[in-house]
Every structure is written in C-alpha cells, then in structure tokens.
C-alpha cells in the first residue's frame, strides 16, 4: 500500500484503526499461543508426575510376585508364566485403580514376556501379538497384552531401561491414521540384586498437532505485528509529509498575520499622523499670515517655524521609520554587545537621576541575525522609558539568557519604577498610544515592529518579586557556539 493510497484515499481514523487492529490481533494471537504451550507444558509436568507415582505402585506391589515364581530367574514352563500373568494382572488393577487415564504392566525378564497389563478403572487394553525375536540373544517375548498402537515404542523403551538400568521417561508422538502423543515411563525391576524385568506405565496427551499449530500461532502473530509495522510506516511517512506542509504553510500564515498586523498598525498610524501633522501645519500657516500682514519676519517668528518644521520633519522620519522596520539587512550578531551598547548609552542619564544600572550578560549565549542599530533604537526606547519612570532613583536592569529548549535568546529590562496600570498594558504597543506629557506614541510601536522583523517579539508586563516593569524581547538564534569559534 503506497504512502498516497494511504493519504489521499483512506482517512486517517481508518489507518490508525487498521494498525491498531493489527497490533491488538497480534498481542491475543500471542497470548493464546503463549496459553497454550503453558498449559501444555503443565499437562507434561502432571503427567510425568502421575506417571512415576504409577510406576512406583506396579513395581511395589509386583516386585514379590516376580520373586515367588516357581523355578526364578530361570526358566520356568508355561503353567508358570500364565499363573504369573493371572497374579500380576491383579496387581496391575489394583496398582493403577487411583490413576485416571494410565496404562501399564510388567516385564519379565526370564520369561522374555510382557504380563499384567492393565489400565486404570480395571480395564484390559486390546491385546497385540508380539512375534518372537530371531536372533537367540536377543530378549525375544511371547504373546503380549500391549496396546496396539504404542506396543512397539514400549517394547524399545522396556529394553532401554533394562540395558542402561535406570528409570526413563519420554514423551513421543506415534504416527497412525490419528497421531497420538504418548507420555510413557520405564523403570527396571531388581530382585536380590539382580535385574528381573521392569515396569511400564503410560498416558495419552491430547496435543498430538501442538507443535504444528504453535508455529503457525507464532508465524500469524508475526505477520501480523510486521503487517502493522508496515502500515504504521506508511502512515508515519504520510503523517511526515503532511507535518512539511502544514509547517511551511504556518509559516507562510505567521508571515501573512505579520503583514496583516503592520498594515493595521499602519492604518492606525496614518490616521495619527493626519492629526499630529494639522498642528505644526496650522502653526506655519499662522506665522506665514502674520507675514503677509506685514508683521515680522522676526527672530521669535522664525525660532517657531524652524521648531514646528522640525515636528513635522520628526513625525515624518518616525512613519518612515514605522513602515520600513521589516526592510532591515539582517547579519549574524552578538546581542550581548548590543544590550552592553545600550546600557552605556544610558548611563549618563542613568547616573543624573541616581538610577544604578545592572547588566547580566549570559557568556553562551549564541548569536541572532540582527540589525544593530535598529535593536540599539529597542533597547535604547526601553530604556529611556525605564529611566523616564524612574525619577527619583531606582534600578535600572538588563538581563540576557538563552532558552536551549526554544532556541531562543531573551533580553530582559526591568525597572524600579510604578509599573503599567491593566489598562495600558492592553494598549501599550498601539502607535501615537502615549501617558506622557509630549510622547507621540511611537516609541514602543516602533520596537515591536523592529522585534518582529527578526522574526522575534516584545512582550511587556509587570514584575512579580517587586514593584516594576518588565519588557521581554525574544529573537531566535543561529547556531550554538561552540569552544574556539570565532563570533
């Protein structure tokens, strides 16, 4: 399935599902596999506990009757060996009566014979005729009462713990029509030192196809957790894509509401600037009258026009300034030497008013794509509007830090001062907004232009520890430097 497929035609809930469904189908598939050979394991485990309580009952109670038979341990005639069977017969029921679901008997070995076979519940299995051995030492048997099916894995298993004199125990599976998972336990029979035969107890497992159905549990469940795999693939690179997008058009969108923002503020401004501009106008007309009057030029007359140009000419500057503070060539700098800058820039007005200034410049701090002189003019309005609240004396702080999780560097100006009423901090950053007697209102429009023209912010408010302001410029940094590199 190709990452458009998933992206253009399935919905994104409908992939989610469909790996989680996978997963989820995965982990019970797992689980019930896993289940299962538990609770196999546990069948295995009683069995061969079941089985050597058997074993131990058979050659408990059979034991004396293998020592009793008439000419032991050589060869005795036929009456001997069908009275032992009868005997041992009757030791095999009553041994394996508590047992539910075993089989077992004895062999013995002078007789070369299997005998007493019997299951639990009494029950005398169908009975299959065992041909003699040829070879004459070999330990050939007579007629035998063993289970049809398992007659041969007994015999094998009967002969090994003979031979290695030992209790064995085995799980096999016989192979007929219906395969059969056979669990059976062997032990040898030792009278007066000598070995003279042996027991025999078995028990079916009902899990012949186990092993079979577990790798085929084990390679769905694997399928499916890598059909998942697949998917949630597909999906994360989609997902990815669709993350590129959507980052480059929010980009796009920052740089919209950008724009959008500056034209309003310059809306709002164009609109002070027609007001601002009536009064020196209205001046020079006034003095331009008096001319034609025939009153003046004079000194005092000229001293009013040159300071109502000069109004006209500022007001102008600051509009150009206002509408052009994104058109900055921006060039990797240290902001510490601007801030620096700007604190001795204000120190001589700082030291008139008895304001002590305070810098705390961070060493790591990387570098910003800036323009100087334009953030020299921020710093420069934030702190003559610290200074202006500060008559008295005061603090005067600058602070400089680097946000590692944002990536960001932060300049941090703080005052001793009153602190901003709710009601101004909601207009603070309004052009010709001002509470001072002659502002134009220009000021801190101005450096929150120049703020976002590098792609940074100005955020004021009031300081929490203490009485204050506190203006926060934020700008986002190049590279981090590294030991040795130059600035």
């Known amino acids: 399935m190709s990452v458009d497929l998933i992206k253009f035609r399935v919905p994104l809930s409908v992939q989610v599902g469909a790996v989680a469904a996978l997963f989820v189908a995965a982990l019970v598939l797992l689980w019930t596999t896993g289940a299962q050979v538990v609770a196999r394991e546990r ?19 059979g034991g004396d009757v293998v020592e009793q038979t008439e000419g032991f341990p050589y060869y005795p005639d036929a009456r001997a060996g069908d009275d032992l069977d009868r005997q041992l017969s009757m030791r095999a029921a009553t041994a394996l009566e508590p047992f539910d679901g075993i089989e077992g008997g004895y062999f013995v070995l002078g007789f070369k014979h299997f005998f007493g076979t019997a299951a639990s519940g009494g029950r005398r299995p169908a009975a299959k005729k065992a041909a003699k051995r040829e070879e004459p030492s070999s330990r050939g048997r007579g007629e035998s009462t063993l289970p049809p099916v398992e007659a041969d894995l007994i015999d094998i298993q009967v002969d090994a713990a003979i031979r290695k004199q030992q209790v064995l125990f085995s799980i096999e599976e016989v192979e007929t029509h219906r395969p059969v998972t056979v669990a059976i336990r062997t032990a040898p029979i030792t009278v007066k030192g000598r070995v ?142 601007v801030v620096a800058e700007a604190a001795r820039l204000a120190r001589a007005q700082a030291d008139s008013q008895g304001v002590r200034i305070e810098v705390e410049l961070d060493p790591a701090l990387p570098d ?120």
């Open 196 to 337: 003279a035969g042996a027991t025999w107890v078995m028990t079916r497992l009902v899990d012949p196809p186990f092993v079979d159905r577990s790798l085929q549990g084990y390679r769905l469940a694997a399928g499916l957790a890598l059909g998942g795999i697949v998917l949630a693939f597909g999906l994360t690179a989609g997902l990815a894509r669709t993350v590129r997008r959507q980052a480059v058009e929010r980009a796009r969108l920052q740089t919209e509401l950008r724009r959008s923002e500056r034209l309003a503020a310059l809306g709002k401004l164009l609109a002070g600037v027609a007001h601002e501009v009536r009064n020196p106008l209205a001046g020079i007309r006034s003095t331009v009258q008096l001319w034609e009057r025939g009153i003046g030029p004079d000194p005092e007359s000229f001293e009013g026009l040159h300071d109502e140009v000069n109004r006209l000419e500022g007001i102008v500057a600051r509009l150009l300034h206002f509408s052009k503070a994104d058109a900055q060539d921006l060039v990797p700098g240290d902001l510490n030497a």
């Open 43 to 61: 069948r295995r485990a009683e069995a061969k506990t079941l089985l050597r309580q058997a074993g131990e009952a058979l050659a408990a109670r």
């Open 368 to 487: 910003v794509a800036m323009a100087p002189p334009a953030l020299v003019q921020v710093f420069r309005n934030l702190t003559t509007n610290a200074l202006h609240a500060m008559p008295e004396g005061g603090t005067l702080r600058l602070v400089t830090r680097f946000d590692a999780s944002q990536r960001l560097a932060e300049v941090v100006v703080t005052d001793t001062g009153p602190g901003l009423a709710p009601e101004i901090l909601s207009h603070l950053f309004e052009p010709f907004y001002t509470t001072k007697p002659g502002g134009t209102g220009l000021g801190l429009a101005i450096a929150r232009e120049i703020a976002m023209a590098h792609a940074g912010d100005l955020h004021a408010s009031n300081r929490r520890d203490s009485r204050g302001a506190l203006f926060t410029l934020t700008l986002p940094t190049l590279a981090a430097k590294t030991d040795g590199e130059a600035r």
